[in-house]
């Protein structure tokens, strides 16, 4: 964990491709963290629920660009951290509820957004819409 | 009391915010936002994001995708892998606006939405995004 490839941050998580076995590695660009910080500070506090996301995934989906290159695929994960930065200092517990929290990786596994999404209603861990907005729910393979 | 930063040896000097739009060569996006807040995302429509505050749930900022693409579909071949900073182009982010809306392959807006995003306008009205050239 930490920086394995020069230029990034690296942090071990569930390989979509083959969940039972070895992690893949999720790379967080340098330059995209010093953005972050430099730019939108709030959103630089919430790298840490990226990381819970990262720790305890709930969903991951394909297909999350309409153009994707071949047999490169574009992935959204999911989770429900339980605190987030909401405004410069002031931290809250994240609204599980009504919203969960999405992670987006290139086909590199290079982190490039996170975000809060509205949950769908009858699946928590999903983002509200997901049947027509992604490809392929891939973990895990059957929701209840 | 939040614990301590676990990116905290990657950043040097005082966090901040620029209220500035963004090229995201890792997501081929362009994000923009007026106000440092947490927000949750309302998809517009394929292409469009819109970031809402959780505070008070007004829309402060999107996100559109596919930068590349809209790009092409417009002629502007400014865009190459691995072009250098020096040499960035840039593009007036209402215009990007505009272009997603226009070429965006569904049309999911509602009218609030879209009065919502024309809200920020004002805020954006000379905001130029730099963009990686063709090399």
């Given at each position: 964990m930490g920086s394995g490839t020069p230029g990034y941050f690296e942090y071990r998580a569930i390989?979509?491709?083959?969940?039972?076995?070895p992690p893949v590695m999720v790379r967080f660009a340098r330059d995209l963290i010093t953005w972050y910080y430099e730019n939108r500070s709030v959103d630089y506090e919430n790298f840490r629920c990226v990381r819970h996301v990262l720790d305890h995934t709930e969903r991951i989906f394909r297909g999350?660009?309409?153009?994707?290159?071949?047999?490169l695929s574009w992935w959204c994960y999911t989770g429900h951290p339980k605190e987030w930065c909401i405004k410069e200092n002031v931290f809250a517990p994240f609204p599980g509820r009504s919203l969960v929290f999405a992670v987006y990786l290139n086909p590199k596994f290079e982190l490039y957004t996170f975000r809060a999404e509205r949950a769908d209603p009858q699946q928590r861990a999903c983002p509200i819409n997901w049947r027509s907005r992604y490809g392929e729910l891939l973990w895990p393979k059957s929701i209840s | 009391m939040a614990e301590e930063h676990f990116l905290k040896d990657y950043v040097e000097g005082k966090p901040g915010f620029k209220p500035e739009a963004w090229y995201n060569q890792y997501g081929d996006c362009v994000v923009y936002q007026t106000a440092n807040e947490a927000t949750y995302a309302e998809r517009l429509d394929s292409l469009t994001t819109l970031y809402r505050s959780v505070i008070d749930d007004r829309v402060i900022g999107f996100q559109i995708k596919g930068v590349k693409e809209i790009l092409k579909a417009l002629k502007c071949g400014i865009l190459a892998e691995?072009?250098?900073?020096?040499?960035d182009e840039t593009i007036s982010l209402i215009a990007l606006v505009i272009a997603a809306c226009k070429l965006?392959?569904?049309?999911?807006?509602?009218k609030d939405q879209l009065e919502a995003l024309a809200e920020l306008i004002p805020h954006m009205a000379h905001e130029k995004v730099p963009i990686p050239r063709a090399a």
């Open positions: 390989d979509p491709r083959d969940p039972g076995g999350v660009r309409d153009y994707e290159e071949g047999e | 691995g072009a250098g900073k020096e040499s965006s392959h569904d049309r999911e807006a509602n």
